[in-house]
């Protein structure tokens, strides 16, 4: 998903479009999610990027969506960009801790 968000509508309050857009990027999220997985993956992880427009846009975390829009609310943006790409992910085993006390 590579779209940039209005945030103005002449009939439609902003909180309603912000809710509107929370609720198409969850639904993006959990459509990306129940995709078949490819053959030795663990699991689609996504590489997301938001910001004012595409060209000044910085990669965040996805549980950071959110905070984002809602960022993009206070202060009165009238649209932003939002890149989200699934890509596979692989599990790594934690490294486990010595204990070394004498």
């Known amino acids: 998903m590579k779209k940039t968000f209005k945030l103005t509508h002449p009939k439609i309050k902003p909180a309603r479009l912000v809710e509107a857009v929370r609720r198409d990027v969850k639904r993006y999220l959990k459509r990306e999610g129940r995709k ?42 009238e649209s932003f960009y939002l890149e989200i790409l699934a890509k596979p992910g692989r599990r790594t085993k934690k490294p486990v801790a010595t204990d070394t006390e004498d």
Do not use: N, Q
Request: net charge negative; hydrophobic share 30%.
């Open 36 to 77: 078949d997985l490819p053959e030795g993956v663990d699991f689609w992880d996504f590489d997301c990027k938001y910001g004012p427009t595409e060209e000044r846009a910085e990669t965040i975390h996805p549980g950071e969506i959110s905070k984002c829009i809602g960022e993009a609310e206070a202060e009165g943006l």
